[in-house]
Nanobody, 123 residues
Framework: VQLQASGGGLVEPGGSLRLSCAAS????????MGWYRQAPGKERELVAV???????NYADAVKGRFTISRDSAKNMLYLQMNSLKPEDTAVYSC??????????????????WGQGTLVTVSS
Protein backbone atom coordinates (compact mmCIF):
# COMPACT_ATOMS: atom_id res chain seq x y z
CA VAL A 1 0.00 0.00 0.00
CA GLN A 2 1.17 3.51 -0.81
CA LEU A 3 -0.17 6.91 0.12
CA GLN A 4 0.90 9.65 -2.29
CA ALA A 5 0.35 13.25 -1.21
CA SER A 6 0.48 16.19 -3.58
CA GLY A 7 -0.59 19.80 -3.94
CA GLY A 8 1.81 21.63 -1.67
CA GLY A 9 3.61 24.79 -2.66
CA LEU A 10 4.24 28.43 -1.94
CA VAL A 11 1.23 30.66 -1.36
CA GLU A 12 0.76 34.18 -0.03
CA PRO A 13 -1.08 34.79 3.23
CA GLY A 14 -4.81 34.69 2.62
CA GLY A 15 -4.41 32.34 -0.29
CA SER A 16 -5.68 28.81 -0.85
CA LEU A 17 -4.26 25.41 -1.65
CA ARG A 18 -5.81 21.99 -2.13
CA LEU A 19 -3.89 18.93 -1.02
CA SER A 20 -4.63 15.46 -2.38
CA CYS A 21 -3.64 12.02 -1.16
CA ALA A 22 -4.04 8.88 -3.27
CA ALA A 23 -4.09 5.45 -1.66
CA SER A 24 -3.10 2.54 -3.87
CA UNK A 25 -2.24 -1.13 -3.55
CA UNK A 26 -4.04 -4.23 -2.32
CA UNK A 27 -6.68 -2.30 -0.40
CA UNK A 28 -9.66 -4.10 1.08
CA UNK A 29 -11.07 -1.20 3.07
CA UNK A 30 -10.07 2.18 4.45
CA UNK A 31 -11.34 3.36 7.81
CA UNK A 32 -10.28 6.73 9.18
CA MET A 33 -8.15 9.06 7.02
CA GLY A 34 -6.43 12.21 8.11
CA TRP A 35 -3.98 15.01 7.55
CA TYR A 36 -1.18 15.86 9.94
CA ARG A 37 1.47 18.55 9.77
CA GLN A 38 4.88 19.22 11.19
CA ALA A 39 6.34 22.71 11.28
CA PRO A 40 10.10 23.29 11.60
CA GLY A 41 11.25 22.65 15.16
CA LYS A 42 7.82 21.42 16.25
CA GLU A 43 6.17 18.07 16.79
CA ARG A 44 3.72 16.59 14.32
CA GLU A 45 0.13 17.62 15.01
CA LEU A 46 -3.30 16.60 13.84
CA VAL A 47 -4.90 18.87 11.25
CA ALA A 48 -8.10 17.04 10.41
CA VAL A 49 -9.54 13.53 10.19
CA UNK A 50 -12.54 12.02 8.42
CA UNK A 51 -14.18 8.71 9.23
CA UNK A 52 -15.40 6.18 6.71
CA UNK A 53 -18.88 7.49 7.37
CA UNK A 54 -17.86 11.07 6.68
CA UNK A 55 -17.64 12.42 10.23
CA UNK A 56 -14.93 15.05 10.51
CA ASN A 57 -12.80 16.50 13.27
CA TYR A 58 -10.50 19.52 13.01
CA ALA A 59 -7.74 21.09 15.04
CA ASP A 60 -8.92 24.35 16.58
CA ALA A 61 -6.26 26.25 14.64
CA VAL A 62 -7.79 25.35 11.27
CA LYS A 63 -11.51 25.23 12.02
CA GLY A 64 -13.49 27.34 9.61
CA ARG A 65 -10.57 27.62 7.17
CA PHE A 66 -9.76 24.03 6.18
CA THR A 67 -12.10 21.36 4.85
CA ILE A 68 -11.24 17.67 4.76
CA SER A 69 -13.04 15.32 2.37
CA ARG A 70 -12.66 11.91 0.84
CA ASP A 71 -13.74 10.03 -2.24
CA SER A 72 -14.03 6.46 -1.02
CA ALA A 73 -14.70 5.08 -4.49
CA LYS A 74 -11.34 6.42 -5.65
CA ASN A 75 -9.44 5.96 -2.37
CA MET A 76 -8.67 9.67 -2.34
CA LEU A 77 -8.32 12.16 0.50
CA TYR A 78 -8.39 15.94 0.12
CA LEU A 79 -7.67 19.00 2.21
CA GLN A 80 -8.98 22.35 1.01
CA MET A 81 -7.04 25.08 2.79
CA ASN A 82 -8.36 28.64 2.64
CA SER A 83 -7.30 31.87 4.33
CA LEU A 84 -3.83 30.47 4.82
CA LYS A 85 -1.59 32.02 7.46
CA PRO A 86 2.20 31.96 7.85
CA GLU A 87 1.74 29.70 10.86
CA ASP A 88 0.22 27.08 8.56
CA THR A 89 3.67 26.58 7.03
CA ALA A 90 4.60 22.93 7.53
CA VAL A 91 5.08 19.56 5.90
CA TYR A 92 1.63 18.03 5.53
CA SER A 93 1.31 14.23 5.59
CA CYS A 94 -1.66 11.99 4.97
CA UNK A 95 -2.55 9.01 7.11
CA UNK A 96 -5.01 6.15 6.69
CA UNK A 97 -6.12 3.07 8.58
CA UNK A 98 -6.20 0.38 5.91
CA UNK A 99 -7.09 -3.28 5.70
CA UNK A 100 -5.28 -5.08 2.88
CA UNK A 101 -6.28 -8.16 0.91
CA UNK A 102 -3.45 -10.42 -0.18
CA UNK A 103 -3.07 -14.15 -0.66
CA UNK A 104 -6.80 -14.64 -0.40
CA UNK A 105 -6.94 -13.16 3.10
CA UNK A 106 -8.01 -9.88 4.65
CA UNK A 107 -5.34 -8.59 6.99
CA UNK A 108 -5.84 -6.56 10.16
CA UNK A 109 -6.06 -2.80 9.89
CA UNK A 110 -2.72 -1.03 9.79
CA UNK A 111 -1.77 2.62 10.08
CA UNK A 112 -0.18 3.88 6.85
CA TRP A 113 1.59 7.19 6.25
CA GLY A 114 2.32 9.01 3.03
CA GLN A 115 5.34 11.14 2.30
CA GLY A 116 4.87 14.78 3.17
CA THR A 117 4.14 17.71 0.93
CA LEU A 118 5.52 21.12 1.89
CA VAL A 119 3.19 24.05 2.30
CA THR A 120 4.84 27.44 2.65
CA VAL A 121 2.75 30.51 3.40
CA SER A 122 4.79 33.65 2.88
CA SER A 123 4.69 36.98 1.13
Amino acid sequence: VQLQASGGGLVEPGGSLRLSCAASGSIFSINEMGWYRQAPGKERELVAVVSRGGDTNYADAVKGRFTISRDSAKNMLYLQMNSLKPEDTAVYSCNADIQTFTGGSVHPEYDYWGQGTLVTVSS
